[in-house]
């Protein structure tokens, strides 16, 4: 078996658990849910957590040796493994409970496969680590054609901001070249970083530090870097360890435009 098929199979995993997981979410909508304090003002709904049961159904069955790591139950399997899944059940906890559907279900295989799944479209966003697609129930696969053609640019204001005060993503903002250029939007979602995948928002901005191992995260990232977009930290450096951050653009020329003004 060559590694584009392991790939491929370990992108429908990556899809079909983010699709358990969408399933549960949209079940669950509207209803009174238990909540869990992470403290800081974070927190986890029973959405969240059931989920996240749901994800890792699909990757034991799958994937019964892969190691996981998922938002709510942390870390399972062996310490060091190669294969890791990283699990972000619900991305956008604060507005499910709050009545709004702007959320995403986020599943990676680290450094391969990836899936974001839309849980009030059905759509589902996926990698193979090669070429993003978009797949709707019915419907053939679509390549997703990253283009900046809407100027909209979906800044991350949630805290915390560990590149303050040298970056802070409100003076991006407030660019005066910003406005001229762009329409700025916040989601609060990861789902941002997929719509950018998919040419529907022009760039994707947050502060932040090595996020591409990070279970909000890393599943966008793969979309983008598939898709042909521009990824690199707020600093314009390779995300890795020593990363800051992440600037997701459509393409070169917004990726310079919006690094022009964070410098």
Known sequence: MTNTQVYSE???????????????????????????????????????????????????????????????????GAVGAVRQWLVDPLCGTLNYATGGMLVAVNVALRG?????????????FLTDGETARLRRDGAADTLLKPTSATGLVDVNLDPPFPNAPGFRAVDLLAHPEFAGRFRPR?????????????????????????????VHFAAGIALC????????????????????????????????????MLR
Do not use: N
């Open 112 to 124: 391969r496969a990836a899936a974001v799944a839309d849980p009030f479209t059905g759509e589902v």
């Open 10 to 76: 370990d992108c429908d995993v990556a899809a079909a658990g983010a699709r358990a997981g969408a399933e549960v979410v949209r079940a669950l909508y509207g209803r009174r849910l238990d909540r869990v304090d992470k403290g800081a003002g974070d927190f986890a709904t029973e959405a969240d957590v059931e989920a996240e049961k749901a994800i890792l159904g699909v990757l034991r069955a799958a994937r019964p040796d892969d190691a996981v790591l998922g938002e709510e139950q942390g870390h399972q």
């Open 186 to 214: 916040v989601v609060s979602t990861t789902l941002a970083l997929a719509w950018v995948a998919a040419g529907r928002r022009a760039a994707y901005v947050t502060d932040g530090g090595d996020l591409t191992a990070s």
């Open 225 to 260: 870097r598939a898709a042909g977009c521009v990824v690199t930290g707020i600093d314009g450096a390779p995300l890795g360890e020593s990363g800051r951050g992440l600037v997701a653009a459509a393409d070169d020329e917004t990726h310079g435009l919006l690094m022009s």
